[in-house]
């Protein structure tokens, strides 16, 4: 299912995702309480779980640095967290990867794209991030982390930019993927 989102488009390698999420679900539960009731230990205790799960099935997770997708400042502001920065920080303490959630921004404060259509959502999400440190990503294997993927598009125009700053190979790892 993951692999119909991002394979062809990018060259995401590795690209896992932990949960599928459904629009009558657990997962939706779940990712309702960490995005919007302010649960973040939740994804960080899922960041481990997931990291452990991986390890058991004996995928080694190997990059320099994992990159949270970052939400715009304001949003982060009145939220207090960062989901994707959670998930990360969960995975980080398993495997020991550093977590660097200061490295890509967000542009613009757009409204939540959970009621946009999927080819709105690609035209929505071009040139919508920057990497603050280019310097800190050149020549290195990153993975970009995100709380859920839906069409795919957050995720590319994030690729886009790291690309363009000299990253070496992108691997991709969300909390759950849109069924």
């Given amino acids: 299912m993951l692999e119909q989102k991002v394979f062809g488009r990018y060259p995401f390698q590795p690209a896992w995702s932990y949960l599928v999420f459904s629009r009558y679900g657990l997962t939706r539960e779940i990712l309702h309480h960490i995005k919007y009731d302010g649960h973040q230990r939740l994804a960080r205790q899922l960041g481990r779980m997931y990291s452990r799960e991986l390890i058991s099935d004996g995928v080694g997770l190997s990059a320099d640095m994992l990159i949270p997708v970052p939400v715009h400042w304001r949003r982060h502001w009145r939220r207090g967290y960062n989901q994707a920065a959670c998930f990360a920080s969960g995975l980080e303490d398993v495997v ?61 125009s994030c690729a886009d930019v790291l690309l363009d700053a000299g990253v070496s190979g992108i691997g991709i790892i969300t909390l759950a993927v849109v069924k």
């Fill in 96 to 156: 020991g990867i550093p977590s660097e959630d200061s490295i890509l921004y967000r542009k613009n404060n757009r409204k939540s794209q959970t009621t946009t259509k999927r080819i709105a959502r690609w035209g929505r999400m071009e040139g919508q991030f920057g990497v603050q440190t280019p310097a800190a990503v050149f020549g290195k294997q990153i993975i970009l982390v995100d709380d859920v993927i839906t069409t795919g598009s957050t995720l590319a």
